[in-house]
């Protein structure tokens, strides 16, 4: 997703003198010590290039749940890779970037990037619940405003201004880290914006903590006054399991549309079996492929990069073998680009 702002430890607080939701208690009990998740693994820190340097520049986070649907000693299992801190992050590549997409350039309001013809991207926020190794956002621990911290006034007036954004997306961090009430005052504000006919929300969360989905969200999502699309990130189809069957089913049942965009990352997915499985498990779960993504080209994540030659490849052989609709779009984010462009 977009990065653009402090990666906060804790999500906001619920308004009121309610309980906290259970999702924000799980939330907080996230693993956070890479040694802690190896010994629940059966796995050997040294064996593995394990990084404190590399978890010091960007912290290991990975909910509880999530660390249930890896497999015990497996070094190279495809959901411990994408959160485990590594050696090979520290190593310089050239090519790889701090802004490796040019958000930098793109900002034209409190939280808002208007990169896309008539999309307005709305960063609400810089938290996620977990620390995906190769996103971007880790390069960003202390930077701009998001638009839930102005209280969502300036980035909904500079949407306001522009008769040409009819599709707000909601991006971070992840915008569902953000407590119910603060979506709602979002939404709430939104709904004075006339020429929107579209909401999209991108989101990690109902994969990862699919606790997240409970009634409050859910009642929120079917209250609203527009369409919206839920694209969610799964790179694996193990990230699935029955829990993130069942928030997706009350996903739907409020109405949303869930598409997945993934991540082409070596040694997580990069063959076909992984890429075909992966579609197929996410239809399974009521989810359209949506996108596949070349990596953006961040200081770190240079050892997940699968060369372009080999994802056409990849792409093509996952056309010839699954229904039509099963095919994710291959893509990179070039900066400066209207749209992503196809590879
Ligand atoms: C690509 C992308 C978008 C918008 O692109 P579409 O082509 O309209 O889907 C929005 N948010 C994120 C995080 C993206 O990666
Ligand atoms: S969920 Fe992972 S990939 Fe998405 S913004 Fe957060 S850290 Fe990045």
Redesign the pocket.
């Known amino acids: ?2 990065p653009a702002a402090h990666p906060l430890s804790h999500p906001a607080p619920s308004q009121g003198g309610d309980a906290p939701p259970r999702w924000q208690a799980l939330w907080r009990e996230a693993v956070r010590d890479p040694r802690e998740l190896l010994g629940l693994l059966g796995l050997d820190p040294d064996a593995l290039g394990m990084s404190d340097a590399a978890a010091a520049q960007f912290p290991l986070r990975v909910p509880r749940g999530f660390v249930a649907r890896m497999r015990h000693g497996d070094p190279a299992d495809p959901l411990l890779r994408q959160v485990l801190p590594l050696d090979a992050e520290m190593r310089p590549m050239p090519g790889f970037s701090l802004d490796a997409v040019g958000d930098g350039a793109a900002k034209a309001g409190h939280g808002v990037i208007r990169k ?1 013809r008539g ?1 307005a ?1 709305l960063i609400a926020t810089g938290s996620c619940a977990i620390n995906c190794r190769y996103c971007f956002r880790r390069h960003f621990p202390y930077a701009e405003e998001t638009a839930a911290a102005a209280g969502w006034r300036e980035a909904v007036a500079a949407i306001a201004a522009d008769p040409d954004i009819d599709e707000v ?1 909601l ?1 971070g961090g992840d915008p569902w880290s953000l407590a119910t009430p603060k979506l709602a005052e979002l939404t709430d504000a939104l709904k004075g914006v006339p020429q929107l006919k579209r909401l ?1 929300v ?1 989101t990690r969360l109902p994969v990862v903590l699919p606790e997240r989905v409970d009634a409050a969200l859910t009642e929120w999502l079917a209250a609203l006054p527009w369409p919206v699309a839920v ?1 969610l990130h799964a790179n694996h189809a193990r990230e699935f399991d029955a829990a993130v069957d069942a928030a997706m089913r009350r996903l739907r049942e409020a109405g949303a549309s869930l598409l997945n ?1 993934a991540v082409l990352l070596r040694g997580v997915n990069d063959s076909v079996e992984a890429l075909a499985a992966l579609s197929e498990r996410s239809y399974a779960a009521g989810v359209l492929p ?2 596949l ?1 070349q990596l953006d080209r961040v200081q770190g994540a240079a050892h997940f990069e699968v060369a372009d030659e080999q994802a056409l490849a990849l792409h093509r052989a996952l056309a010839a073998r699954l229904s039509g609709y099963l095919v994710p779009k291959l893509v990179r ?1 070039v900066a400066g680009d209207p ?2 462009r196809p590879l």
């Open positions: 997703m977009i896309y999309r991207l997306i991006s999209r991108h694209v965009q949506y996108y993504h984010e749209g992503k």
